[in-house]
């Protein structure tokens, strides 16, 4: 659309069209409110917060186990060699917070007191497998997800092993270092 600002729309006819349809849903379920018995409101309430309560019961739940796993590689201070690229872990990090098991406070939480900032410009960047290799979300996540599939007793994807048959025992550089584009031309076939 191209449209910015808070007026710069408003002769827009899908502007118009979706106010007046939004308007018309909003009346429509106070109208389905106001005739249902007020023991049936309650009990449509109700059922909405024991299904949000159990979902964050479970959410909480897996976190926890997920934080008792112990990765067999990781070193004495708590580190692991990284062997996902940095979008890999994007694609895992915007699947598990989609899922709605966690909060994304949780799972910040789960990952160390990470900072939303920094999971925000980590998430942001996207120009290649090794943008954002030197924030503190890419290892931490990094273990975190290692940790859940060890939990879940799922094998190591092929691209998983081929990256560990490429970078060897260290794993990816946790840096933006410009030897990657290199790399990263050899793994996806440039």
Known sequence: M???????GEDNSTYLGGTIFFDHYEKREKEKLK???PK??????????EVKTKRSKDGAELLKRIEEVELPDMDDDG?????DDCDEIRKKINYFLGEGMVTKAAFLRALGDVNSNSLRSFMN??????????????RTAYVFFEKKRVLEGKEKSVKRLANEDLQGP?????????????????LNGY
């Open 125 to 138: 960047l996207r120009c290649g497998a090794n943008s954002g290799a030197s924030n503190v979300v890419y």
């Open 35 to 37: 005739y249902m018995k």
């Open 40 to 49: 049936d409101r309650k009990l449509k309430a109700v059922e909405q917060k």
């Open 2 to 8: 191209g449209l910015t600002g808070p007026i710069a």
């Open 79 to 83: 580190t692991v060699p990284v062997f």
């Open 170 to 186: 260290d794993g990816f550089p946790l840096d933006n270092s410009p030897n990657w584009h290199f790399i990263d031309k050899v």
